[in-house]
DNA sequence: GCGAATCATCGTCATATCCCGATGATAACG
DNA sequence: CGTTATCATCGGGATATGACGATGATTCGC
């Protein structure tokens, strides 16, 4: 990973290994593999507000520079960030809008496990659809709006 | 992660390792991380069609035993599977109905990046919202209804 | 032009991960 | 009761992963 991301890159072989499997799945594998390591979930947290130079990520993280950069090739290579070279800066940006809607469905199964996470920062927060269930039923606080919604 | 779980554990110190992590990270991290194998993707859509014993799952995975068991374990830990012992047999079962949106809000990233995936077997997969842009600008095929509506 | 800054890459290390076969406890079957 | 079936767990192997420091190419600032 930190090396030439073979084990991000999409892998037909290993695919075909398993049944049931699809070829497709590498790239899902690889997105939620991207996902699964606090280091890179802080680095969309601070990406969320623009683009950032590698420098000024390391310096928040506190991780040494070419650890901060093999993640960065990490959520490149899933291409949740794109890289805009500038000087001898590289500014790194997040580049899909649809991965709010990822982190927020990942909260809510969080949510119903029972572990209260924010994975959204506010300014990115999706709406939540309206819940089809009618008041009625308190179970949880609702995260967005702090009131008692009914659930199911 | 086969024996014991520890990586996928709830573990507050290497959150509190890397500046600008959460603790309430970790347990996304494990959620993630349950995701990005091929194997436990697998699984996940043999069991969305009803609980299924080990014994079923490993012949169609043809994987050995105690592979498909540490994939079980791993996937429990992170809550989204639960097991029914049945005399000498084990019936695993989803758990959270929510990992449907997940997976596709996952599809609508990997969708936007290019990566045409299915993720949500076609009787779990949500409803997507209507497009928010009036139809008009044709980019890419919706999955769902294989029309082409607006993206933007 | 020189020193400093920046960053991708490499090598190394400790640990994790997925794979397998083996094993023992438990239950089912004849 | 003896045999078979099931499954969680263990040990070992091959590989991957995230951490670090070091390095060299490129750029910037004086």
Redesign the interface.
Known sequence: MIRGESATEPDAL??AR?????D??????????S?????R??II??LSDGERRVVDLTG????AQSTVSGHLACLRSA??VDAHPHGRSTYYALT?P??W??L???E??????G?????CPEHHRPQR?EPLVPCGVAVRGCLLHGAHHGRH
Chains 1, 2 share one sequence.
Do not use: N
């Open positions: 290993a695919g398993v049944e049931g499997t699809r497709t799945d590498s790239a899902a594998v690889a997105l939620f593999h996902l699964s390591d606090p280091a979930l802080a947290r601070l928040e993280l506190g991780l291409g949740l899909r649809e991965l809607e990822l927020a469905a990942a809510t199964v969080l949510d119903a496990a572990s209260a996470v924010t994975l659809p």
